[in-house]
């Protein structure tokens, strides 16, 4: 998506090898009409899917999976992120473990808003280790509903969540991928146009 | 605001004569038609401000904020929670403490996003005893920037938040006014039209 990987260029700071910050649209300052763009392209890209509610995590993930839904018309659900949970009856909860913070956090989902007959986008802003994708597909198989794909507004590529998913037989939507942050410089994997 | 009070009729839930669950279409669940329809309310209401940027706090401001954003065609920031914060050279932080919760965090904005010349429409979900709003006023204050008012979903009138804040002069427009709880019943604040 060149809008976005223009942002990223312009926009992105490069901060180590492995850590590219993005709060001056995404994370922490958000820029709307990306937001719009990125919604949109997801749309297209799951046209067929016949989804029926997304589901992301809080915070990076609202704006994009809000705008999403917007134009599909439908909900959005999104997990919240606790230490630690006393009341868990009405909750489908995961464990997701951070490599950066290296902390392990419980997410939740009220069992009110996903049921057998969803078929669910799972949005998120980053994917790196996969960990909080994996979290919320485990909710989605707790729900006994069906995970359409994930879309992904930015890839890490050179870490290996994109392919654990992959490798899942999960489809995986990444608006940019980014194969490199060495030298202080965004290099992006190449798409290969079917 | 009509679809909004519709809306906390037949979808909100009264746990006691203090506390409303909204958790199916602002909290956890986000109708983001209903966010779009909020969005353009706040942009009716304060057309005249002439406004840079929205300030709203995670995570259940954000899809309000985005949507009025998005139609104002500029940027979003939103403050960020945390429990302590040990880097706090390029940040403003402000205390806010939580009544139900009975515990005080920190919030913080990037020095990066807010500055003399940005006119701020803080937006908010809730408006209780005023103290997430009073936070964000702080932080708008240390940037020294102007604030033009306070865009609120969902305002409790029968805690003191809102005539704290009116108090001091601000202009708060809250979408939906709640006078009482009590019995498990909603009733809304008559409006005063002009």
Redesign the interface.
């Known amino acids: 998506m060149d809008l976005l990987k223009q942002k990223i260029l312009n926009d992105g700071i490069v901060l180590s090898d492995s850590v590219l910050k993005v709060?001056?649209?995404l994370n922490?300052?958000?820029?709307?009409?990306l937001?719009?763009e990125i919604g949109d392209e997801f749309v297209e890209r799951f046209r067929d899917e016949k989804i029926t509610k997304i589901l992301t995590i809080?915070?990076s993930g609202?704006?994009p999976a809000?705008?999403t839904?917007?134009k599909l018309?439908?909900?959005?659900?999104?997990a919240?992120k606790r230490k630690s949970l006393t009341l868990v009856n009405d909750l489908y909860t995961a464990s997701v473990h951070s490599f950066t913070k290296n902390v392990t956090n419980e997410i939740s989902?009220?069992k009110?808003?996903l049921d057998e007959n969803d078929r669910i986008l799972i949005i998120d802003d980053f994917l790196a280790n996969g960990q909080a994708a994996l979290g919320l597909l485990d909710i989605v198989k707790q729900a006994n509903a069906e995970a359409v794909g994930i879309g992904i507004v930015i890839e890490k590529s050179f870490q290996d969540g994109g392919e654990i998913l992959r490798d899942k037989g999960i489809r995986v939507e990444s608006l940019a991928q980014i194969e490199s942050l060495k030298n202080g410089q965004v290099t992006f994997k190449e798409e290969v146009t079917v």
Chains 1, 2 share one sequence.
């Not at 922490?28 to 009409?33: G, K, L, Y």
């Not at 018309?73 to 999104?78: K, S, T």
């Open positions: 709060d001056s649209f922490h300052q958000i820029d709307p009409n937001m719009k809080e915070s609202i704006a809000v705008m839904a917007l018309g439908i909900n959005v659900v999104f919240r989902v009220s009110s808003f």
